[in-house]
């Protein structure tokens, strides 16, 4: 092991963990996210906002990039920016109330929040939150409903708008196909500065409060995510306040209280669950089976 970095080493334990598929009782809200799952620690306090982690998770994704050199343009930092359908991680600048002069960059995308608000305002179940710590969309199953997009406290899931047929919703997935062929993250990968920390989330909680302790005067004493909307796979680290870097101010309740009201909204109308599933799926069928799907009936 003398010659792996401590971010290979994690990695290497959770890609052990990797290539699980949903569970059903995860896909219901993850209301029992498994103990072992992985995450991403990051340590804003060493990114340096080259942002070679949105190059790579674009080039992961079969979304389209300009040269890697593009991505060195710094104009970008001059508007807050967030996920969209084109890109699923995205670096942002702040000032820094601590050291005027010298600003934080954040990498922002999905949390994998471990009881996923998403998935339980996903009224098909085409959120869902696997094993192995990544929450994963189906293109077979969505029905274009957007609900996802409301109930998530981090305002993340984009829905192609642009797409006159089969849009998606689109969001960071985790790499899910990457970690299922045994790799990490595109995005931990390339990084420059090894910000990004991937492993067993347990692991990574105990890693940051490590740090904290260790370096009072360079991280604030608060990992965000290890109780934010009941835990997130997605852990970060921060030499300022997180309002500072506008990080919502979460409880430590998971989020399904807005997905729940938007399913009793639905239910108030009177329409029987069962007779709504079956109206929905045939709708469903119909825009996936039509001749200008390019799909098969
Ligand atoms: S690749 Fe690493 S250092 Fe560069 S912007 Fe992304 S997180 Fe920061
Ligand atoms: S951050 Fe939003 S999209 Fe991601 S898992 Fe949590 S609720 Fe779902
Ligand atoms: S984990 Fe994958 S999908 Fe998510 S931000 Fe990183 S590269 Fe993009």
Known sequence: MANLTRREFLAGAAVLGAGLTPSAAQ??????????RSGVLVDT????GCRNCEYACKQAHGLATPPQEAYEDRSVFARMRRPDDTALTVVNRYENPRK????????????????PACVSA????????????????????????????????????AFEYHKALQPRIMKCDFCFE??????????VEICPMEVMTFGPREE?????????????????????????????????????????LQFPRLGRSPAPGVSESIQHGIFAYFIPPVSLYALLGAVMWIAKHSPESGEEA
């Not at 896909?27 to 072992?36: F, T, W």
């Not at 306090?45 to 340096?48: A, D, G, K, R």
């Not at 005027?100 to 009881?115: E, F, N, R, Y």
């Open 100 to 115: 005027p002069g010298l600003p934080v960059t954040v990498k922002v995308q999905c949390m994998h929040c471990a009881q």
């Open 204 to 244: 990574l909680v105990r890693i940051a409060k490590d740090r904290v302790r260790r370096f009072p005067e360079r991280y604030v004493s608060h990992v965000f995510g290890e109780f934010e909307v009941g835990g997130t796979d997605w852990l970060y680290l921060s030499g300022v306040d997180f309002a500072a």
């Open 178 to 187: 990457r970690r299922k062929a045994g790799r990490i993250p595109a995005c």
């Open 122 to 157: 996903c009224i098909v179940g085409a959120l869902t939150k696997a094993e192995n710590g990544a929450v994963v969309w189906d293109t077979d199953k969505c029905i274009g409903c957007r609900y996802c997009m409301i109930a998530c406290p981090f305002q993340i899931p």
């Open 27 to 36: 896909a219901s809200g993850g209301r029992s996210p498994a103990p072992e």
């Open 45 to 48: 306090t060493v990114c340096i």
